[in-house]
């Protein structure tokens, strides 16, 4: 029962594009990878929060000040929250690869 439920969760993780499997490797996520998603994030956040400013002020001064500050304070804590929880091996579980025929 144990294997089963092991083999239908490798089956979900490879559907969900989490994972990619070659049958000899996993893929890791690159200090690259996590800095586009940091920006393509905080893009439509900040964008999101401008607009809030804006409404709640009438200012494009304002708004240019949260767009400003918002980019460079939530861009260094995202990227530094995403390398950290790559260092944390809790919720990790290590799958073998998969047999040839």
């Known amino acids: 029962m ?3 439920s092991t083999q239908v969760i490798y089956v979900e993780i490879i559907e969900s594009g989490r994972f990619e499997d070659n049958s000899e490797n996993m893929t890791v996520t690159t200090r690259k ?3 586009m998603k940091a920006i393509s994030w905080r893009f439509i956040a900040t964008i999101t929060g401008a607009m809030i400013v804006y409404f709640l002020t009438g200012k494009f001064e304002d708004a240019g000040t ?4 918002d980019v460079i304070l939530k861009l260094l ?4 929250h995403e390398r950290g929880w790559n260092m944390v091996e809790w ?10 025929a």
């Open 91 to 100: 919720g990790i579980e290590e799958i073998p690869a998969a047999e040839s």
């Open 66 to 69: 949260f767009i400003i500050l």
């Open 33 to 35: 990878r996590s800095m």
């Open 77 to 80: 804590f995202y990227y530094a």
């Open 2 to 4: 144990l294997v089963m």
